[in-house]
């Protein structure tokens, strides 16, 4: 029972840890972006040794990810299937409101975007873990999907990444550079005149 009892704290331990070492890397990275950040600076910050950072992650790149599987990717997943929804209702009004809410999803992750974007640039690994990121996307959208003739598929697939990278883009130039003037109604408005019809399949256009 007592071995049982210290192994389990120890396991609580080690995840505390963890969790402490990914807040703090989270922090960093927010405030510094990626590549400014070192090991030596995520465990000064959480007060640890170099050590203990490499019992739970193999370097910088390792804990960004995790964050990464943590929040963003879990999360842009789920908002995909949610469009896979609203598509399959076929109201422009539900897409809007889908638009409205995935704008609020770059907000919630806005301050480790750039970090996210550095690692892509300098990080080969990074490169590859965003390419199956927005494949994964459509790839999510099964009634989407289904509803293209199969030997245009890869058409779907390349319309909802586009629609990813405009997102993305507009965004970055919209609330992050501020070189894009507009209030988020109207950015809803015209992103769901352009995107609305763009996503709808051969067999339900009109």
């Known amino acids: 029972m007592r071995t049982n009892a ?13 969790v402490r070492l990914m807040e703090g890397a989270k922090e960093l990275f927010a405030t510094r972006g ?17 050590a203990t950072f490499y019992l739970h992650f193999a370097g910088k790149q390792e804990i960004l990810r995790a964050i990464a599987q943590q929040g963003t990717l879990s999360t842009v997943l789920h908002s995909y299937q949610d ?15 889908w638009m409205t ?5 770059f907000h919630q992750y806005k301050d480790l975007l750039p970090a996210w974007d550095e690692a892509t640039a300098l990080e080969p690994e990074f490169r590859e873990i965003a390419r199956d990121g927005i494949l994964a996307l459509p790839n999510a959208m099964t009634a989407y ?21 405009q997102l993305e883009r507009f965004f970055t130039r919209w609330a992050m550079q501020g070189t894009i003037d507009v209030s988020v109604e109207q950015a809803v408005e015209v992103l769901t005149d352009i995107w609305f019809p763009a996503l709808r399949a051969p067999t339900d256009a009109s």
């Open 6 to 18: 210290s192994a389990n704290l120890r396991d609580e331990q080690k995840q505390q840890t963890r």
């Open 34 to 50: 990626y590549a400014a950040v070192r090991v030596d600076d995520i465990v000064a910050a959480v007060g640890c040794s170099r």
């Open 83 to 97: 469009l896979d929804r609203v598509l399959e209702t076929g109201s422009r009004a539900e897409f809007a409101r």
């Open 101 to 105: 809410r995935a704008i609020e999803w």
């Open 145 to 165: 999907l289904a509803a293209w003739p199969a030997d245009r598929r890869d058409e779907a697939r390349l319309r909802v990444e586009l629609l990813v990278a």
